[in-house]
């Protein structure tokens, strides 16, 4: 499928920036809607399918699966001592990658931190600048919001509610199950809605027990909710079914793309309609606008290799950059109309970031799996998901909004946990006896949004295409660090009430960042004073500029992002289709 050139005579109907979950779902409505879209990714168009080698044995890989020795990932320790930008102390490694980009199989699509520096408070920038972005390694948990969520300033007193409640978005939860496929387990939870599901994996024996030792304390442990095609789909030629191979733990990362990824699911069957034209290699420096009627007219861009500059014409912009790069696109994009960024009148551009606090887990023995014969627990694209129970019926003293558990059990290509020593033959035999007794869970809570955690531009640092790096004012405040705390003794309260020997229990708290679930900064709103974007992602100021990645979130939830990215912007890709027919825009 050759990318086609773009006319910069032309005015597209739509440019979209940025090919990730975002950019791939607006290209799949917009071009679905008849509309003539140009879609320009900063990074390379990768051959995905080399890089990922799902099927590779670590034993046939020269590193065996780790980074080659020119390169280094940041470490947790490393992010602690280390400031921003990241590459002093690490002068010897000629590629520095973040702590994601650890193995052989992802070195090419999370980016060189020297190239995209940033500076400020610390934080695990997770970046991957090719086409699909994060979602070619994404981890593929695939899970609704509520209105627990959507209105929870209602229940708690704190922040915004969201402009929209369940019931605008559940018919957009439904068209992106159906369109990309999600496997799980109905469970009726009123705070975490059912998807609709193809074919569910299988919890294990251990697994099990903890959802029946949790029904009793009345918490819930559901099969994880996996953003994968486990019955494949009949309308999509560029994807398998699962066939449950395992590499999913090795960072995601599908070669059969049975696990959901921008191109394969959105972006070449948007280029199948004949109505979109794709640009790799182009990275957007400024959104710019027509000084007389004060909207966008299109993006100047530069080719990431050649250097050179461009400007291209459209009737509408849509920011999909990923929350933090559109955050910086849009201060970047200053001019006399829009002295302090693009679609800033409020202010809160940058602001009210939040995501989700990372850390405390737990690892234990089950004793009755131990001896037994190995069997293929990572064949299956994930493990068990132990639901948010804080903050529903009952208001803890301590903290308000909840947290989950991502945790998975049994046995594994590299045995995990097995809390053996000794070495030669008996250690041999110790860790098969131990590997598969092995389950550990690690908790994912809502960081809140606050208007002093926020981004902005360096004024003196500059990325290797010579643009302003972004500047990290961002903090876990006092409720995030409350409920870690709580996390830690829930874990445990958990695990011993099903009877597991307890071998680690973790109440470390990891970088800020480590999630790689940012949000919220240019937030929907009703109030153009206090918030940047309407409910349809729409710039209050610029309303042909829309922004449809996870900036738009009003709040984190504990509940992973990206069903909810693209759900939202399908309904507003649906919204801005209408809107352009009308002549609105
Ligand atoms: C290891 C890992 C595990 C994860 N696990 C989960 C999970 O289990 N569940 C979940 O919901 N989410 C998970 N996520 C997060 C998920 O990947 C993101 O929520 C999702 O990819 C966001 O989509 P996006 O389109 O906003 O951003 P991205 O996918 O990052 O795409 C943005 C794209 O924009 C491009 N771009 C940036 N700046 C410019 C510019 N100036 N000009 C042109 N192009 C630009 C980038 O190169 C990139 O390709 C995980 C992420 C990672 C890395
Ligand atoms: S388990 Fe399924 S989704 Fe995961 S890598 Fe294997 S085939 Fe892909």
Aim: glycine share 10%; proline share 5%; net charge neutral.
């Amino acid at each position: 499928m050759p990318d086609l050139e773009v006319n910069l005579a032309k005015t597209y109907d739509a440019v979209i920036i940025g090919s990730g979950a975002a950019g791939g779902m607006a290209a799949h409505v917009l071009t679905t809607h008849g509309l003539q879209v140009l879609m320009l990714e900063a990074g390379k168009k990768l051959p995905i399918e080399q890089e990922l080698r799902s099927m590779e044995w670590p034993y046939d890989n020269a590193n065996r699966g780790a980074l080659p020795p020119d390169s280094h990932s940041l470490s947790f320790n490393e992010y602690t001592i280390r400031k921003p930008p990241y590459g002093a102390g690490f002068e010897k490694a000629k590629h520095l990658k973040s702590y994601i980009g650890d193995s052989d199989y992802v070195k090419n699509i999370v980016v060189d931190e020297r190239e995209n520096p940033f500076t400020g408070t610390n934080y695990a920038w997770v970046r991957a600048r090719c086409l699909g972005g994060k979602t070619n390694i994404w981890g593929r948990l695939a899970l609704r919001l509520s209105d627990y969520d959507f209105k929870a300033k209602d229940r708690d007193g704190y922040g915004e509610n969201w402009p929209i409640s369940y019931s605008d978005i559940q018919p957009y939860y439904d068209k992106v199950d159906l369109y990309l496929g999600i496997t799980g387990v109905k469970e009726n939870l009123p705070y975490l809605p059912d998807s609709i599901f193809q074919r569910p994996t299988k919890l294990n024996c251990a697994e099990l027990t903890l959802k029946q030792s949790l029904q009793k304390m009345g918490r819930v442990a559901t099969q994880y909710r996996a953003g994968v095609t486990s019955d494949g789909l009949k309308h999509n030629k560029y994807r398998s079914r699962c066939y449950g191979r395992g590499a999913c733990e090795r960072k995601g990362g599908c070669d059969i793309h049975a696990a959901f990824d921008s191109p394969t699911g959105l972006i070449y069957p948007a280029q199948d309609t004949g109505n979109l034209t794709l640009r790799t290699n182009s990275t957007v420096r400024e959104i710019t606008v027509d000084p007389n009627t004060g909207k966008a007219s299109g993006v100047h861009f530069t080719d990431s290799q050649t250097m050179k500059d461009y400007h291209v014409k459209a009737k509408v912009v849509v920011v999909a950059a990923s929350t933090l790069e559109s955050a910086r696109l849009l201060l970047l994009s200053k001019s006399r109309l829009y002295p302090n960024g693009l679609a800033n009148s409020s202010g809160h551009v940058g602001h009210n970031f939040c995501e989700h606090v990372m850390g405390p887990g737990i690892a234990d023995k089950v004793k009755e799996m131990v001896g037994k014969p190995p069997t293929l627990d990572d064949g299956r694209p994930g493990g068990f998901y132990l639901t948010r129970f804080r903050n529903l019926a009952e208001k803890h003293p301590k903290f308000i909004r909840g947290y989950g558990f991502e945790g998975s059990s049994g046995s594994a290509m590299f045995p995990r946990g097995a809390d053996v020593h000794g070495f030669g033959v008996s250690f041999k035999e110790e860790v098969r006896k131990n590997q598969g007794a092995y389950i550990g869970m690690g908790a994912f809570g809502e960081v809140l949004s606050r208007y002093e955690n926020f981004v902005d531009l360096d004024p003196a640092v500059k990325d290797k295409w010579g643009i302003p790096a972004l500047r990290f004012h961002y903090k876990f405040g006092d409720n995030e660090h409350r409920m870690a705390e709580d996390m830690k003794e829930t874990a445990q309260e958990m695990f011993e009430a099903a009877g597991f020997e307890i071998m680690y229990v973790s109440d470390r708290v990891l970088t800020e960042g480590w999630s790689i679930h940012e949000l919220g900064t240019a937030r929907m709103g009703n109030d153009p004073k206090t918030s940047v974007l309407n409910q349809f992602e729409q710039s209050h100021d610029v309303k042909n500029l829309f922004v449809v990645d996870g900036s738009a979130f009003v709040n984190a939830s504990c509940q992973n992002p990206t069903w909810t990215i693209m759900s939202l912007c399908w309904r507003s890709c649906d919204y801005l289709a209408d809107e352009l027919k009308k002549g609105n825009l």
